[in-house]
Nanobody, 117 residues
Framework: QVQLVESGGGLVQPGESLRLSCAVS????????MGWYRQPPGAQRELVAT???????NYADSVKGRFTISRENAKNTVFLQMNSLKPEDTAVYYCLLVDWPTYRDYWGQGTQVTVAS
């Protein structure tokens, strides 16, 4: 059974940084892509960033230049470095894994990020 466990969330002030981690456990043949989504209070879940197996990255316009997604393949771990955080970044952040060749989605349980003075 594949499990994703996020960590690194918390309460920070505007302008500060956080680094989220997502560790994958369980048996999986191969990873097609991994990514981060977030769900702000009262809003729908939205894309933050993705990284494909070949390393290609994609970011939401709202986080470009501030957030960086990276991956440690040997440990099946994905990271999200978040700099210059803003109050509008407040959300529950979810890790996503898309496996290959079934393209099935696996989600983590989420980690809360709160940006407030």
């Amino acid at each position: 059974q594949v499990q994703l466990v996020e960590s690194g969330g918390g309460l920070v002030q505007p302008g500060e940084s956080l680094r989220l981690s997502c560790a994958v456990s369980g048996s999986i043949f191969s990873i097609y892509a991994m990514g981060w989504y977030r769900q702000p209070p009262g809003a729908q879940r939205e894309l933050v960033a993705t990284i494909a197996s070949g390393g290609t990255t994609n970011y939401a316009d709202s986080v470009k230049g501030r957030f960086t997604i990276s991956r440690e393949n040997a440990k099946n771990t994905v990271f999200l470095q978040m700099n210059s955080l803003k109050p509008e970044d407040t959300a529950v952040y979810y890790c996503l894994l898309v496996d290959w060749p079934t393209y099935r989605d696996y989600w983590g349980q989420g980690t809360q990020v709160t940006v407030a003075s």
